[in-house]
């Protein structure tokens, strides 16, 4: 997978409305991928508004970590 092109700064609203969107399918025995909810905040209790493939938090965290 290419990695992501850099952009100028946006919003959190910004964010979610260049966010791609679909339905899961319903859960089979063959067909069951891994998601990480997105969280409106950073409380377990918190509601989430999506939901990431482990690889797209992998990249967040590397991201992160290299940010001064």
């Known amino acids: 997978m290419p ?3 850099p952009t100028a700064p946006q919003s ?3 964010i ?3 966010c791609d969107n679909f339905r899961l399918p319903p859960p089979t025995a063959k067909s ?3 998601l990480v909810p ?3 905040f950073p409380s377990p209790t918190s509601p989430a508004v999506g939901l990431l493939r482990p690889e797209i938090v ?3 965290h590397t991201e992160n970590a290299s940010s001064p």
């Open 3 to 5: 990695p992501p092109t």
């Open 12 to 14: 959190f609203l910004q």
């Open 16 to 18: 979610l409305v260049n």
């Open 32 to 34: 069951t991928e891994p």
């Open 38 to 40: 997105w969280l409106l």
């Open 58 to 60: 992998a990249q967040l």
